[in-house]
């Protein structure tokens, strides 16, 4: 453990701020702000809990472009009644199980997508783009540091590792 633990808060602070703000100037947020809200969660991931599966880049981006584009097929297909987002949820959930890329804060994707009523581009921009900013500058900022692990730690870790989901252990 480093000797000034504070030192190393402050550092995921300052790289998860540093991540946020250029995926934020990339997407121009004030013609659609809450298209990056899942974002904010996945920098807690990756600053905070870089060494977790949920925070490789195949949770990562296997989670965030996966929920993105079952709730814009869902919302294509259906609409935005309150059965859609329900049903978008819980398709992004199984898909990410079963893909193992499980991303809990890519969980807000299809709700997102559906709420914004957006098309198939917006799997590019904001949710491509946003995400790889993100990675991005996680992987240089954990480099910059003397003893961080470095992100990614594993690039194709499986999240979750196992298929005992949810506790259904044997």
């Known amino acids: 453990m480093h000797r000034f633990p504070i030192v190393r808060l402050m550092w995921c602070a300052l790289g998860a701020a540093a991540g946020i703000a250029l995926a934020l100037s990339l997407v121009a947020p004030p013609a659609s702000p809450l298209l990056l809200a ?44 309150l059965w859609v987002y329900a049903l978008a949820l819980a398709l ?44 991005v500058v996680a992987a240089a900022w954990s480099r910059l540091y003397p003893g961080l692990s470095h992100y990614p730690v594993a690039w194709l870790d499986r999240s979750p590792p196992s298929t005992f989901w949810g506790g259904w252990g044997e």
């Open 92 to 135: 992004t959930l199984c898909y990410m199980l079963l893909t193992k890329t499980v991303h809990p804060p890519a969980g807000a994707n299809p709700l997102i997508m559906i709420y914004s009523h957006s098309g198939l581009s917006a799997l590019w921009q904001p949710v491509f783009v946003g995400v790889l900013s993100l990675a």
């Open 38 to 81: 899942s974002l904010g969660g996945s920098a807690v991931f990756l600053f905070g809990l870089t060494r977790a599966p949920a925070a490789q880049p195949r949770a990562l981006f296997g989670g965030h472009l996966g929920g993105a584009l079952i709730g814009i097929v869902c919302y294509q297909f259906f609409g935005d009644s």
